[in-house]
């Protein structure tokens, strides 16, 4: 049973009075940050006016997105606690609210940015240096000039927010407020509680008839639902279109991928190299097999271990020591920063009666980055607490090294930091590892998260732009067309050595991300550019060390592209995909042969 929120001693907690002091004083900022709301929309036509209103302008917006920053941080960290809390709900409630009416006052920014004439805006810099600062950030928005529209026509886009986020919403209320599924029954008959949170777990048990059991009971559930969840997608899929057009481009994936400055061409070499790489991943799913010794693998046999579970028990205090010893490649700096995380209380540890589940890392500018856990002294856990440290140090360095206006990063290059810090870590540990029942076990953990990260996830990247592009051709998104595209993926992705079962063709409904607008792809593409990063860091040491430290301070100071070139890694090319995928094959080859 989980400890109610008062019962976890503080020092595991999270320290939000570095945000605001009490509910109080977050409730003052609230109604002091709706006056810029006014302050804002009295420059509407005014911003070609001369060089010093439009630095005003700029310089208050900075303003207003570190108050919403930090507003938003506080809301939503407090309501994670208890998510049960109707008071901290309607504190989010009323941060959203407010979000939606900034964006549609500020719905005229960027068409009078985009008329200012390119002659005048470069009188602008000559006579104000200060303007130099905000050169990149306009030079961004002005590239963008072919897809903005008229100021009546970007108010009623920014109208349509709350329209186009319904289809997540939906989503959410279906997945996680109204399925139920039945127990799932093990060998000795005992009946075990299928949830979200539970499913994976139950899939790790070494008990096949429970793993089979959980199986059904949550895509039987998913089945009766098959048809709304089809135009739930749909209605996303539609919704990326509409943008898309509105704003002419040639696709949605265009569309996303444009505000990150990616070009496709680097969603598309992910697809291709992948598929150039997927017989490791059919001898994997061999290896799995023979080592189960299963004369067929179901995929509900996809998670249990392997190897034999050796019970790694690891204390919080103790995993901390750990990741201090494992990042300790890239230097006291650092691990400086490691050790202030984790003793000024950035970090909320335990799991408590009403707390979100899962964990992640959330950046707060001119405070200090929070990091949600739910530990429970497993292996799995210490690879959470590095990966969400590497988040958090990420954010900290970019916030500490850049102004507001280039502080945070784009998806494409956040999960590099996290999954770096993984690699470092299975290094170490396989290091400290002479046993070859103990590294057997660490290798298979190891090549979990490439079937998970890499393989996986462009799999559903591949899947997401079928979705896109059968809409775009007019087609509709049927529950019968998606289980077929699902289930033929499946099969190209897992080979011969898997018996397709027909549940799988229904994951497609359960998977959040698919509402997240091309956002799976960036998954396996960071884990692609760890994977080198790390390889490269315990190579050639202190010169990589010094060039990944300057990627983890760059923001968005430049593309992404261009900062992961300044740690080494040219995601244009295939080599990192190729790279990691041929660790994945002689790992799966190590396996092999310790288990001979």
Same mark, same amino acid.
């Given at each position: ?110 068409? #009078?940015?985009?008329?200012? =004439?390119? &002659?005048?805006?470069? $009188?602008? +810099?000559?006579? *104000?240096?200060?303007?130099? @600062? ?119 994936? #265009?569309?996303?991928?444009? =505000?990150? &400055?990616?070009?496709? $061409?680097? +969603?598309?070499? *992910?697809?291709?190299?992948? @598929? ?132 945070? +990063? ?187």
């Amino acid at each position: 049973m989980a400890k109610l929120r008062n019962e976890i001693q503080s020092e595991f907690t999270w320290n939000l009075a570095d945000l605001f002091a009490s509910d109080n004083a977050w409730e003052n900022k609230l109604n002091e940050t709706k006056e810029y709301i006014n302050k804002i929309t009295a420059y509407s036509g005014h911003l070609s006016d001369d060089a010093k209103t439009l630095l005003e302008f700029l310089k208050l917006q900075d303003e207003l997105s570190v108050n919403m920053d930090k507003l938003g941080n506080y809301a939503y960290r407090k309501s994670d606690e208890d998510t049960r809390n109707s008071f901290y709900q309607q504190m989010k409630s009323k941060y959203s609210a407010l979000a939606v009416e900034i964006n549609h006052a500020c719905a005229f920014e960027i068409p #009078e940015l985009l008329s200012i =004439d390119e &002659e005048k805006l470069q $009188s602008f +810099y000559k006579e *104000l240096n200060e303007l130099e @600062h905000y050169r990149l950030m306009l030079d961004r928005i002005r590239r963008q000039k072919d897809h903005i529209l008229s100021k009546e026509c970007e108010e009623i886009l920014a109208a349509t927010g709350m329209l186009r986020q319904a289809p997540d919403e939906i989503f959410s209320m279906l997945n996680d407020a109204d399925m139920t599924f039945n127990d799932a029954i093990d060998s000795d008959g005992n009946k075990h509680s299928v949830t979200h949170g539970s499913f994976v777990p139950l899939l790790q048990s070494p008990d096949r008839k429970l793993r089979k059991s959980a199986f059904q009971s949550l895509y039987g559930e998913y089945r009766k639902f098959r048809n709304t969840s089809a135009a739930i997608l749909n209605s996303q899929m539609q919704s990326l279109k509409f943008m898309a057009d509105m704003r002419k481009y040639n696709s949605p994936l #265009e569309a996303s991928l444009d =505000d990150t &400055e990616v070009p496709t $061409s680097i +969603y598309h070499n *992910l697809i291709k190299t992948v @598929h150039q790489n997927l017989s490791s991943m059919h001898d994997y799913v061999a290896l799995r097999k023979k080592l189960l010794g299963l004369d067929e693998l179901h995929f509900y046999d996809m998670y249990t271990p392997i190897i034999p579970d050796e019970d790694f028990k690891i204390p919080y205090d103790e995993a901390k020591n750990i990741t201090l010893e494992a990042l300790k490649p890239l230097g006291d700096d650092y691990i400086s920063m490691l050790k202030e995380g984790f003793n000024n209380r950035w970090i909320d540890v335990y799991e408590n009666t009403g707390k979100r589940s899962g964990a992640y890392s959330a950046g707060a500018y001119g405070v200090h980055p929070y990091v949600l856990l739910n530990y429970t002294d497993t292996l799995d856990d210490v690879f959470t607490l590095v990966h969400e440290m590497g988040h958090a140090l990420h954010s900290y360095l970019s916030n500490k090294n850049q102004s507001s206006t280039y502080a945070s +990063y784009v998806i494409f290059v956040a999960e590099v930091a996290s999954t770096c810090n993984e690699a470092l870590l299975m290094q170490y540990l396989l290091s400290k590892t002479s046993d070859n029942k103990k590294r057997a076990y660490l290798i298979n953990h190891f090549l979990e998260q490439f079937r998970g990260t890499l393989y996986r996830q462009t799999m559903f990247a591949e899947f997401e732009l079928w979705c896109s592009e059968r809409v775009k051709n007019g087609d509709a998104l049927t529950a019968d067309a998606l289980d077929e595209k699902y289930a033929a993926l499946n099969k190209q992705y897992y080979g011969e050595e898997i018996h397709l079962d027909s549940e799988i063709a229904l994951e497609w409904a359960r998977i959040p991300h698919f509402y997240y607008d091309f956002y799976v792809y960036q998954y396996a593409t960071g884990f692609s550019a760890a994977i080198a990063l790390s390889q490269r860091i315990l190579k050639e040491g202190k010169p990589a060390v010094d060039d990944y430290l300057k990627f983890l301070s760059g923001g968005c100071s430049s593309d992404p592209v261009s900062l992961l070139k300044i740690a080494g890694i040219d995601m244009n090319s295939p080599e990192p995909i190729d790279n990691a995928l041929k660790l994945f094959k002689s790992l799966t080859d190590e396996l092999n042969t310790l288990c001979k």
